[in-house]
């Protein structure tokens, strides 16, 4: 894949505004399990189509059957998402946004191959989905840097209310600004997004200080679990349905636990894994070095970024342990000499 110029992105966003001009019910949607970009994303999206297309109906859709997390039922317009089993509908358009591949839309897959147009705004390297327009730029820290874009490009002025949106998707998916994919352009346009009325401190108190007892109580029990290997260079941890039914922890709340993990001093490459239902394991990669993890993830059915990236395997957490601790082995053996990576 070619590198997403300014230039090519411009025309791509006038060519998704010729599609929604044509379009006249326009679903949009984010990937199953949704993070703060996917929802950040998508409801800023559904917004600023209503603000420049006032007589279209848009709706923001839910990939699976749960409720919209609860640290995200904060954002302006999460209380009006639609589940994608509910949407009884055919849209004109679909436009699906940090998707990653197709499998992601989950319940709303049939909705996709039913919709007369399809979009794909995406900042995943491997995004695996057709569609008639395709606007992938792995280069952006969230795909709520894209949208902000395309704000620009069709002239509309943020709302707080998109801007609160598209902040919670910078915010979370660099990690408050810790991650690797944390650059100037992000900085850049979060300084826009707080002055169009975004609020760091209510993300941060509904997001990051806004734990159940019963979260912090699981919370312990995987800090105290953790394991590292190879010389403290890979760190590891898991949680079990055990778990969750002793503290009364919800599986929606754990996807901050692979970051307790990666807290740990050395550690470069790290595996969170939690049982997840079905008889399946889901994990979670991250890489704090150079090291790509989402060729790991690949090899195991996911995918995400080279930093950051997960996947759904069938099995106990002892087999996808002994699957997954190998190839991360082979990964910090094969990348440089002995040592260097230690920073
Ligand atoms: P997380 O580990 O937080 O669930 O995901 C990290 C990154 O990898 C995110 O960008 C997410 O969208 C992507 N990702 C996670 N799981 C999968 C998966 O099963 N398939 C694909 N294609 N991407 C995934
Ligand atoms: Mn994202």
């Not at 994303?41 to 559904?46: I, T």
């Not at 998402?81 to 319940?107: K, P, W, Y």
């Not at 949208?147 to 490009?153: M, R, S």
């Not at 994990?283 to 070095?289: D, E, H, I, Q, T």
């Amino acid at each position: 894949m070619g590198v997403m110029t300014k230039e090519r992105q411009e025309e791509l966003f006038s060519q998704i505004a010729g599609v929604i001009e044509q379009s006249q019910s326009i679903a949009i949607c984010a990937h199953t399990a949704p993070d703060g970009d996917a929802i950040g994303s998508a409801l800023a999206l559904q917004q600023l189509i209503e603000v420049r297309w006032p007589r279209k109906q848009v709706v923001a859709l839910l990939a699976d059957e749960d409720e919209v997390p609860r640290i995200y039922r904060f954002l302006p317009g999460a209380g009006r998402m639609v589940h994608a089993c509910e949407f009884g509908a055919t849209a004109d358009l679909f436009i699906c946004v940090d998707i990653s591949g197709g499998a992601r839309l989950n319940q709303a897959q049939g909705i996709w191959s039913a919709a007369r147009r399809r979009v794909v705004i995406d900042h995943h390297p491997f995004a695996e989905i057709n569609a008639d327009l395709w606007l992938v730029r792995p280069s952006a820290a969230a795909t709520g840097v894209i949208i902000c874009e395309f704000a620009q490009h069709l002239g509309v002025g943020l709302t707080p209310d998109m801007a609160r949106c598209l902040y919670c998707a910078i915010a979370t998916d660099t990690g408050r600004f810790q991650y690797q994919n944390a650059d100037s352009e992000a900085f850049n346009i979060a300084a826009l997004l707080v002055e169009a009325g975004a609020s760091p401190s209510e993300l941060a108190l509904n997001v990051y200080q806004n734990y159940s007892l019963s979260y912090l109580h699981l919370e312990a029990a995987v800090m105290g679990r953790i394991t590292t290997f190879e010389g403290g260079r890979i760190a590891y941890s898991y949680s079990t349905t055990a778990d969750l039914e002793r503290t009364g922890a919800s599986l929606d709340e754990c996807d901050g636990l692979v970051d307790v993990v990666r807290s740990v001093a050395g550690s470069e490459l790290i595996l969170f894994l939690k049982e997840v239902p079905g008889g399946c394991i889901r994990g979670n990669l991250r890489s704090k070095a150079d090291h790509d993890v989402c060729a790991i993830a690949r090899e195991l059915g996911g995918g995400g970024h080279k930093a950051a990236a997960g996947f759904t395997v069938k099995g106990d957490l002892d087999e996808v342990l002994s699957l997954a601790l190998p190839k991360l082995r082979l990964l910090l053996r094969g990348a440089g000499p002995e040592g260097e990576a230690g920073r």
